[in-house]
Every structure is written in C-alpha cells, then in structure tokens.
C-alpha cells in the first residue's frame, strides 16, 4: 500500500491535534500501521502502532496516555489523536506501514511502507 500522511500544523502547547494515515493501492487489512517522529539530527522515534485486525494499540513511553491510535474502517485510515501537546512534540511525524500477523519490533527498519511526513510545531 502507499501512504499519506496530513494533519499536521501549528498548535500552542497543551493543544491537540488529529493527524491521519490514508492507504491507496489496497487496505490496511492484515497490516501493522506505526506512528513514527524524526527531528533534525536525531533518529526516527517511534510514537505508536495498531495491528489493523483487532485494533490491539501500542504507544511508546513519551507519549503514553497523551496520543491514541484508531482506526477507521469506513474510509481505511488511522488516525492519531494528540493530546496535552509539549513542545518536545514538535517533530515531522510518519505514518509506516507493514503486512504482518504479529505485532513488530518499535524500529523504523520492521516497516516497509511509509507515508511522506507531516510536521507538527508545537509553539511554548
């Protein structure tokens, strides 16, 4: 599948912000969809992951309880719900992608498919 990203914009610390994920050239059935961030210099951070068949959700430690991942079935996308935004959120976020039954490892090289990225700039 090829991605999209959008959502992305300016928001004031403590915001939110809804990014979503779009597939075209199929659906995300059977897919594992992950939330990945990148800043200047640093490497690729991972946010969060949905395996698609049963909506099971992951998240990783700095945004745990702030963001959820869903899914939309209707329109086949994942959204990512940001909430209590910090500035240490501003970052190009990515949607990735990648066929699997079982939940892959939270690094950016498990995932095969990848949107284009979205910047999101949280002003303090």
């Known amino acids: 599948v090829q991605l999209q990203a959008s959502g992305g914009g300016l928001v004031q610390a403590g915001g939110s912000l809804r990014l979503s994920c779009a597939a075209s ?4 059935g059977g897919y594992v ?3 990945f961030r990148q800043t200047p210099g640093k490497e690729r951070e991972y946010v969060g992951q949905i395996r698609w068949r049963d909506g099971r959700t ?5 945004v745990k309880g702030r963001f959820t991942i869903s899914r939309n079935d209707a329109v086949n996308k994942v959204d990512l719900q940001m909430n209590s935004l910090k500035p240490e959120d501003t970052a190009v976020y990515y949607c990735a992608a990648v066929y699997s039954y ?3 490892a939270p690094v950016p090289r498990q995932y095969d498919s990848w949107g284009q990225g979205t910047l999101v700039t949280v002003s303090s």
């Open 25 to 28: 050239g199929g659906t995300f």
């Open 33 to 35: 969809v992950a939330w």
């Open 58 to 62: 992951y998240y990783g430690h700095s």
């Open 102 to 104: 079982d939940i892959p």
